[in-house]
């Protein structure tokens, strides 16, 4: 079955840095890239997803890369601020609704 | 328009009880999907359901697990005899489609603690 791989388990930037998470998975026929924040007590939000026919997608100051022959994507967020700090999962989609979650990094923004 | 439910938000249960967990879907949802997370770990996939019929049970345990989606009606995830192993928060995910690129909305979920 698939496998994810997240990278780093923790992080912490200063407010106003750039936070970057890496994540490699291992089943050729993902398709779907879903990003999940998760705040203390809540259940993971989705914050962005790439598909494997596009290398990269933007929505504001946040960004998702893909590279399908190497098999990782990367979330970036630029301009950190105190409320992005959160536990973030990386995901990795084959067959329906199925998503393989990485084991998260928790970003800690600090002021 | 009400997201994920789901109910109790906190569960304490003695070794050898049953656990109800609940979920009530997005309005429009007819796919449903249990997910367990344990600490500092991240959400291992254990069940996905559509309206009266098991699609995929390949992350449930054999034993004392078991799930359903009635037609009217929550999805119950039922764990019987409970161990302290099964302490952890249980998630439970809606999409109005099943197709491998359908965004997930989950709820809030459930904490499990197991005396």
């Known amino acids: 079955g698939e496998n994810v791989e997240q990278h780093p388990s923790t992080l912490s930037v200063q407010e106003g840095d750039s936070a970057v998470i890496k994540c490699t998975y291992s089943d050729s026929a993902s398709n779907y890239f879903p990003w999940y924040k998760q705040e203390l007590g809540k259940g993971p939000q989705l914050i962005i997803d790439i598909r494997s026919n596009v290398g990269e997608k933007k929505d504001q100051r946040i960004a998702v890369t893909l590279n399908k022959t190497a098999k990782h994507f990367s979330l970036h967020i630029t301009e950190t601020q105190p409320e992005d700090s959160a536990v973030y999962f990386c995901?990795?989609?084959?067959?329906?609704?199925?998503?393989?979650f990485g084991d998260g990094t928790t970003l800690t923004v600090k002021p | 328009n009400a997201g994920v439910m789901q109910n109790p938000r906190h569960l304490v249960r003695r070794r050898g009880q049953e656990a109800r967990l609940r979920c009530s879907p997005m309005?429009?949802?007819?796919?449903v999907y249990w997910y367990r997370q344990l600490p500092e770990e991240g959400l291992k996939f254990m069940v996905y359901l559509q309206k009266e019929n098991i699609i995929d049970e390949s992350g449930m345990p054999k034993e004392r697990f078991s799930a359903e989606f009635p037609k009217e009606g929550p999805s119950i995830l039922r764990i019987q005899q409970v161990v302290r192993g099964d302490s952890a928060a249980y998630f439970c995910?809606?999409?109005?489609?099943?197709?491998?690129?359908?965004?997930?909305?989950f709820g809030s979920g459930t904490q499990l603690s197991v005396l």
């Open positions: 995901a990795a989609n084959t067959n329906a609704g199925k998503s393989t």
């Open positions: 309005k429009g949802h007819s796919h």
């Open positions: 995910a809606s999409s109005p489609r099943s197709q491998a690129n359908e965004k997930l909305f």
